[in-house]
């Protein structure tokens, strides 16, 4: 599968503007193939793969953080833009008698974790033209593409630090 660059361009701002916007539904339409849920596994993730990396450089340049940064200076900017990761107890209060205290836990540590992931992608973008990819960056950007709810997280993320 080749991927159609107008259609890649098109979801990435329909990305953005979903998390900009905060829509979960257009999100989920935006990161969608082209062919929809009839897209064979292979090219959904083709396609998952390259909207996180281009979702990755669009907010990278849009950090204008220098090249070749610290991930202190990613995670901070990223602090600074989305605020701090919410906490237990934050996702606690939001539905005390739906959400119980490991749900909680866990939801915080799977943010943080994705938060990682979003450094580690937005370092791949800045990283100066003739210095070997990341590991970190690699391992973060199989490990998005594969998980189904890590990926949507990471995308909406990226879309608003792009925004």
């Known amino acids: ?10 979801a990435v701002e329909a990305v953005v503007a979903a998390a900009r916007d905060d829509d979960p539904a257009a999100l989920y339409r935006a990161v969608m193939p082209p062919a929809g849920g009839d897209t064979p596994p292979g090219e959904a993730a083709r396609w998952f793969g390259s909207l996180l990396v281009h979702l990755a450089l669009t907010a990278a340049t849009a950090s204008k953080l220098e090249r070749g940064c610290s991930r202190e200076a990613v995670s901070g900017w990223i602090g600074e833009v ?11 209060a939001e539905d005390p008698g739906r959400i119980d205290h490991v749900e ?7 943010h943080s974790r994705c938060r990682e992931y979003a450094v580690d992608l937005i370092r791949l ?34 879309g608003r630090l792009a925004a």
Do not use: F, W, Y
Not at 104 to 110: C, L, P, T
């Open 125 to 158: 973008g800045l990283a100066e033209p003739d210095a070997a990819p990341d590991e970190r960056g690699v391992d973060a950007h199989c490990t998005v593409t594969n998980d189904k709810k890590a990926r949507i997280i990471v995308m909406a993320m990226l």
């Open 104 to 110: 909680a836990v866990d939801a915080a540590a799977g």
């Open 82 to 92: 989305l605020g701090p990761p919410p906490t237990p107890a934050l996702l606690r």
């Open 1 to 10: 599968m080749t991927i159609d660059q107008a259609a890649l361009g098109s």
